[in-house]
């Protein structure tokens, strides 16, 4: 079965590196560019790990 997901959130890692990934999961997130960066450097590049900081943050943490 196909996931209805972009490619970048299958992936599960979020690459601080990669300046059109930081784009997608700023969008998905629904943060900024330095909120994503601040994510990452406390918990690492999990995407899921990302999201429940950004919940505890208070952030919108996207869809899902």
Known sequence: MASNEPSFV???AIDLDDEQAVTEWCAHF???ADQLEEAV???GSDSQAV???LLNQGASS???
């Open 62 to 64: 996207g869809p899902g």
């Open 30 to 32: 629904g943060i900024t």
């Open 10 to 12: 299958r992936r599960g």
């Open 51 to 53: 999201r429940e900081h």
């Open 41 to 43: 450097l406390a918990v």
